[in-house]
C-alpha cells in the first residue's frame, strides 16, 4: 500500500471507529475491527483491561451503555506512525465541553484495526512514556 493510501485509510477508519464510539454501535466498530482485535479502552470505558475479538468489542459497548456514560470524543488529528500504525488524537467531551485530553493508537491488518489502545493523555505524555516508538 502507498504512503498516502495508509494515510487515508488511516484518518477515514479512525474517523469511522470514533463516530461508531460517539453512537454506542457495535456493529459499526465490529465493521472496522479484525475479527482478532485486541482492544485497550480508557477507564472510563469498561471493565476490563482487554476485549478480544468481535465479541469483546460487542461486550465492551454493552457494559459502556449499561454504565449510562454520555462522554463523546471529538477527533484533533490523526498522523500515520508507521506502514501498520495510527496515532488519533482527541478530546473527550461532557455536554459539549472538553473535559481530559485522550490518544488511541492503532495497528492496522488487512484494512482493519487488529490493535487499539486507548488513553487518557496527550501526545507529549505518550512520548514521555515511550509509548509511540
Not at 461508531?20 to 459499526?28: K, P
Not at 467531551?93 to 495497528?107: F, N, R, T, W, Y
Amino acid at each position: 500500500m502507498a504512503k498516502s493510501e495508509h494515510r487515508v485509510q488511516a484518518d477515514s477508519i479512525g474517523r469511522e471507529f470514533v463516530d461508531a464510539f460517539n453512537r454506542r454501535d457495535a456493529d459499526g466498530l465490529v465493521a472496522l475491527s479484525h475479527p482478532d482485535i485486541e482492544f485497550r479502552p480508557t477507564m472510563l470505558a469498561g471493565s476490563k483491561r482487554v476485549y478480544k475479538g468481535h465479541e469483546g468489542l460487542r461486550c465492551w459497548v454493552a457494559e459502556l451503555v449499561a454504565s449510562g456514560a454520555q462522554h463523546h470524543v471529538r477527533v484533533s488529528e490523526i498522523r500515520k506512525l508507521d506502514d501498520r500504525r495510527f496515532l488519533l488524537l482527541s478530546e473527550v467531551l461532557l455536554d459539549g465541553e472538553a473535559v481530559a485530553p485522550s490518544a488511541m493508537v492503532a495497528k492496522l491488518a488487512g484494512g482493519k484495526i487488529i490493535e487499539d489502545h486507548a488513553y487518557l493523555s496527550d501526545e507529549g505524555m505518550l512520548v514521555e512514556l515511550d509509548l509511540l516508538s
